[in-house]
């Protein structure tokens, strides 16, 4: 097969690809969604881990924040953590 049959197969392909995800997209949109169910889904999970998390801005120069954390074992129980965004650091060690 020559070589300008394989590029232009290659192109039909992606733009295929792509025309198919735009419909989706706009699907999605006429429909009030931002995204498709299985990212709905996984974002839902998300911020459902998430909600015990609240964030404070301390130095906005450093990038530290104070993160407050929940803990439900047994007793409810409440963590704080500072975290540099800069220096890749968090006071949990991890």
Not at 24 to 41: D, G, L
Not at 49 to 77: C, H, P, S, W
Request: some cysteine.
């Amino acid at each position: 097969m020559p070589v300008s049959t394989l590029v232009q197969l290659t192109f039909y392909r992606y733009n295929s690809y792509w025309v198919k995800w735009r419909r989706e997209a706009n699907n999605f949109i006429q429909h009030s969604k931002i995204c498709p169910p299985t990212i709905e889904i996984e974002l839902t999970m998300s911020s459902d881990r998430l909600r015990d998390y609240t964030a404070m801005l301390f130095d906005l120069e450093q990038g530290v924040f104070q993160v407050n954390i929940l803990k439900k074992l047994g007793v409810i129980k409440e963590v704080k953590r500072a975290i540099s965004l800069n220096d890749r650091t968090c006071t949990c060690g991890k």
